[in-house]
């Protein structure tokens, strides 16, 4: 059966299934939930030591226990879950075998603090530079830490893990990259490339670096206390420049026709993906 | 959106009509020609000895980033890449167009920037004398990093610095992911021009390669270079890259664009193809080399290739083995050359390869050891190879316009 078309002559895309995992908590029911209540996600970082910092607070995810833990490790860790959910929902495919490819918005990737401190340590004098780390850095000990602190890494994992197709993209385009992430996965369906899409957005990146940076770009809101403003109508968050610990993804696929109502649902797309 | 205001429709032609290169060797086309011809190489052993290099070739930046203030807020992988996008626009005649400029999409490669290198080392050495408080490091980074570098390190500035210097203003991406992420830049931006959802695009990538951070990063994995420079083909016993610093980049668009503003093509990129290989077990890279040949479209014998082989092992001796199926093709070598320069060796590749087939010619072997052959004949396909040092495969196939 022919897939159905929009007015241009493309392919409809739908959404199939979808996932979360956000400072709010784990799943879309629970997220939904503690939204409608007027709960926020924003809460003081326990995460890592925050004096002398300005902005102590963040919606982070303490909730994935992740295992050496690194920021990037994390956002690995939130992509899986929120993909995990989708897929459940979408029902598409099998397990481990996504018939397409991954669409991944990712943040930026590099070598983080407590590895760098390790490295440090490793050094064992008092007057550290560069070409001292890059004495101890090669013969395999640390081989762990090029995989992990790959810009490709995050991304080499899920579409291993979920068996998607072809060469997964990691994308960023700031504060647009999950809405970038989904405009590819339309555009591969539109073009005909491929039936399904894996459009994920993961992002764990608090930590004091990434704080410090945005700090000093004046990005961030410095109204610690209380950190989360229950059920205020127009919270004061202001975290929008932030690291929102936020992965949503959707999948989607024009194999089966579908119901109006999901039809329907597209008019976001457009929005989103613009 | 632009795919719904396209004057196309429908499968086209997509045409390479701008390149720019600023790579080791010089800026400019005939810079990077003449010293692949002369078989010039700059690397430099000494500065970052046992390890090497290939530094930028020095430009006056003023004539591609004319304000101060704009080279100020940059670090230098910033200002490779907006120089060299300078050169692609300007080579494809489209540079200040703004009704063109206005639209054209961008999909850029790319990596992190520069570390401040002193304050991490600051920050180090005062944990080795003993400073370990638990506000230790908050405090350090607050008083001692800068505030304008977060705007060089992120990823996704390259595009907005070219946005801001050269007004190129439709719809803005960056990939991420090392090598192949040059590979899908072209891949995402061809495919969309070929089905009529964009009619002209900027894709490229840039690379400093005189980063102490980064040789840290690759030192992890064993994968520089060391002691003694050698070709790409000749690294087996003492495998690695020298790290690279290049900006590549090129104009494509679809040929009913290209003609309806009088621009003359390089090249033709027919295809662009990519796979992410599991890297297992052994041979898993070649049967994915061999995969995405396949899916090139129609080769003639007797043609060219240029690779991005780095010299990290095991992935070039994988693709020695696929390469060497192919022995009627004469094999080019980036690395060699210019260095290894991660994001931005396909894009040079790709840059390369258009030039190659405009000029009639296919530069000289880089190499002495039987791996590159002479080529007698002009080009008329040039298969450009990508495989990652870590993960990612591409394959771009490029063709004369006859």
């Not at chain 1, 420049?241 to 597209?266: D, F, G, I, N, Q």
Request: with cysteine; hydrophobic share 40%.
């Amino acid at each position: 059966m022919a897939a159905p078309r929009d007015n241009f002559g493309r392919p409809i895309v739908v959404v199939t299934g979808m996932g979360i995992v956000t400072s709010l908590g784990t799943g879309k029911a629970d997220n939904w939930t503690r939204l409608t209540a007027g709960e926020s996600g924003i809460r003081t970082i326990t995460r890592f030591p925050t004096d002398s910092l300005k902005t102590t607070m963040a919606g982070t995810v303490d909730f994935a226990p992740v295992e050496p833990f690194s920021s990037t490790g994390l956002s690995e860790r939130l992509g899986e879950m929120a993909t995990e959910e989708a897929l459940a929902q979408s029902g598409i495919g099998s397990k481990g075998d996504f018939p397409g490819p991954l669409f991944l918005a990712v943040a930026p990737v590099e070598v983080e603090w407590p590895q760098r401190m390790e490295l440090g340590r490793a050094v064992g004098q008092p007057d550290i530079d560069y070409n001292d780390l890059l004495r101890i850095s090669g013969g395999g000990k640390y081989a762990s830490f090029h995989d992990r602190f790959m810009f490709g890494s995050v991304a080499a994992h899920l579409a291993e893990k979920f068996g998607t197709k072809g060469s997964p993209i990691s994308l960023s385009t700031a504060c647009a990259s999950g809405a970038t992430a989904i405009q590819l996965g339309v555009e591969a369906i539109r073009r005909g490339e491929t039936d399904a899409a894996l459009c994920v957005a993961t992002d764990g990146t608090v930590n004091p670096e990434t704080l410090v940076r945005f700090s000093l770009l004046s990005a961030l809101s410095t109204q610690n206390e209380p950190p989360r403003p229950r059920r205020s109508r127009f919270p004061r968050i202001a975290m929008v420049s932030s690291s929102p610990k936020a992965p949503a993804r959707w999948c989607s696929k024009v194999s089966k026709p579908r119901p109006p109502a999901a039809r329907r649902s597209l008019a976001c797309w457009p929005a989103a993906a613009n | 959106m632009t795919e719904t205001t396209s004057a196309t429709s429908g499968p086209t032609d997509v045409w390479i009509t701008g390149i720019g290169l600023a790579t080791s060797l010089g800026e400019g086309l005939d810079a990077n020609w003449d010293a692949l011809n002369q078989g010039r190489i700059n690397v430099d052993e000494k500065s970052f000895a046992p390890y090497m290099v290939h530094p930028w070739c020095h430009v006056s930046l003023d004539t591609q980033i004319p304000k101060k203030g704009d080279q100020r807020q940059m670090e230098a992988w910033q200002r490779i890449g907006t120089y060299a996008a300078g050169l692609a626009l300007d080579s494809a005649g489209v540079k200040g167009n703004k009704d063109i400029l206005g639209r054209m999409d961008m999909v850029i490669a790319a990596g992190g920037g520069e570390r401040d290198l002193a304050v991490d080392c600051g920050i180090l050495s005062a944990q080795a004398k003993g400073n370990s408080a638990p506000a230790f490091l908050n405090e350090r980074l607050m008083s001692d990093l800068r505030p304008t570098l977060f705007l060089a390190q992120l990823s996704n500035l390259l595009a907005g610095n070219i946005a801001i210097v050269h007004g190129v203003c439709g719809t803005s991406r960056t990939f991420m992911g090392e090598e192949v992420a040059g590979v899908d830049a072209a891949r995402n931006a061809a495919s969309r021009i070929a089905a009529g959802q964009s009619d002209i695009a900027l894709i490229g990538g840039s690379h400093n390669g005189e980063r102490k951070d980064l040789l840290v990063l690759y030192e992890f994995g064993d994968f520089n270079l060391k002691d003694k420079f050698a070709p790409v083909w000749a690294r087996k016993e003492h495998a690695g890259f020298a790290l690279g610093s290049a900006g590549a980049f090129i104009v494509i668009e679809s040929k009913q664009h290209a003609l309806a503003r009088g621009a003359k093509p390089f090249a033709r990129l027919s295809n662009v193809v990519a796979d992410l290989s599991p890297r297992k077990q052994p041979g898993q890279v070649t049967a994915t080399l061999d995969k995405l040949w396949s899916q090139l479209g129609p080769l003639e014998g007797g043609g060219a290739i240029i690779t991005g082989a780095s010299g990290a092992e095991p992935v070039t001796s994988e693709e020695r083995a696929f390469l060497q199926k192919h022995g009627d093709f004469a094999i080019r070598a980036t690395g060699t050359r210019f260095g290894h320069t991660m994001e931005t060796q396909f894009p040079l590749g790709l840059g390369l390869a258009a030039l190659s087939l405009s000029r009639g010619a296919l530069f000289p072997p880089g190499d002495s050891s039987g791996a590159e052959i002479e080529m007698q004949r002009s080009p008329s396909q040039i298969v450009v190879v990508g495989a990652g040092h870590w993960r990612g495969e591409g394959m771009a196939l490029v063709e004369a316009v006859k």
